[in-house]
């Protein structure tokens, strides 16, 4: 008996303890928003995903008598991915929840009625590269909504177009010499940023990019002591 309530006292000081870590040291790495936008979604560094209603949240007031324990700022709901690995990137596209994780990306089917994350309904795996075999974060997605493309930055300093109609793999843009942070495009037209300092553009009919901005190059940007990005 006292061996039982002993562990008993032990899981909740364990319990207690990784709360207040994660109280202190959670960072979100990502965030996104729902196709109706009345739902936030944060991914963080615990392989959490926090679900947000922005209606309750923009109706809130100073003078408004809410429930004390649940502030307007509370998550609505708490999804806890099964690899508990850190959640680079978040993109939302129709009804699924795309996460970017370590190496893959998965989608998640989301409950519009009852706003809650359902099961994952499909995963895309990245190429594994002989440089980067612990390691491929997928550090930003961008959606071209229009041709239904996915494009993934990521730790390996490639950027990757899937197809989500099948989830293959289309091409990759290979042109950084390191890690890329940031995606966006419009038109067929797309940039990329990374840590090697450079912003690439490129064409999504080429197979190299087409323009590159060096900002470290210019005097009045650089800050060797920060690094090229910086």
Same mark, same amino acid.
């Given at each position: 008996?006292?061996?039982?309530?002993?562990?008993?006292?032990?899981?909740?000081?364990?319990?207690?303890?990784? @709360?207040?870590?994660?109280?202190?040291?959670?960072?979100?790495?990502?965030?996104?928003?729902?196709?109706?936008?009345?739902?936030?979604?944060?991914?963080?560094?615990?392989?959490?995903?926090?679900?947000?209603?922005?209606?309750?949240?923009?109706?809130?007031?100073?003078?408004?008598?809410?429930?004390? @324990?649940?502030?307007?700022?509370?998550?609505?709901?708490?999804?806890?991915?099964?690899?508990?690995?850190?959640?680079?990137?978040?993109?939302?596209?129709?009804?699924?929840?795309?996460?970017?994780?370590?190496?893959?990306?998965?989608?998640?089917?989301?409950?519009?009625?009852?706003?809650?994350?359902?099961?994952?309904?499909?995963?895309?795996?990245?190429?594994?590269?002989?440089?980067?075999?612990?390691?491929?974060?997928?550090?930003?997605?961008?959606?071209?909504?229009?041709?239904?493309?996915?494009?993934?930055?990521?730790?390996?300093?490639?950027?990757?177009?899937?197809?989500?109609?099948?989830?293959?793999?289309?091409?990759?843009?290979?042109?950084?010499?390191?890690?890329?942070?940031?995606?966006?495009?419009?038109?067929?037209?797309?940039?990329?940023?990374?840590?090697?300092?450079?912003?690439?553009?490129? @064409?999504?009919?080429?197979?190299?990019?087409?323009?590159?901005?060096?900002?470290?190059?210019?005097?009045?940007?650089?800050?060797?002591?920060?690094?090229?990005?910086?």
């Amino acid at each position: 008996v006292r061996l039982f309530f002993f562990k008993r006292a032990e899981n909740r000081h364990f319990s207690t303890m990784t @709360d207040i870590k994660k109280c202190f040291y959670t960072t979100i790495l990502s965030q996104t928003i729902s196709g109706d936008g009345k739902y936030l979604f944060c991914g963080s560094n615990f392989g959490e995903i926090l679900i947000y209603s922005i209606d309750r949240i923009l109706s809130c007031s100073e003078s408004s008598n809410g429930d004390p @324990d649940k502030p307007p700022t509370a998550p609505h709901a708490v999804f806890p991915l099964p690899e508990k690995c850190q959640v680079y990137s978040l993109s939302f596209h129709k009804d699924f929840l795309i996460v970017g994780l370590n190496g893959e990306i998965c989608g998640y089917a989301w409950n519009v009625k009852n706003a809650t994350v359902g099961k994952r309904a499909w995963t895309v795996k990245l190429p594994v590269s002989a440089e980067y075999t612990d390691i491929n974060e997928v550090n930003y997605l961008w959606m071209d909504k229009t041709d239904e493309i996915l494009y993934a930055g990521c730790g390996d300093n490639v950027m990757y177009a899937i197809s989500l109609e099948d989830g293959r793999i289309t091409r990759n843009f290979q042109g950084h010499k390191d890690y890329i942070h940031c995606v966006s495009g419009c038109g067929g037209k797309l940039a990329t940023a990374s840590e090697d300092g450079s912003v690439l553009m490129w @064409d999504a009919r080429q197979s190299k990019f087409t323009g590159k901005i060096e900002p470290f190059s210019k005097d009045t940007l650089n800050r060797p002591e920060f690094g090229k990005w910086q």
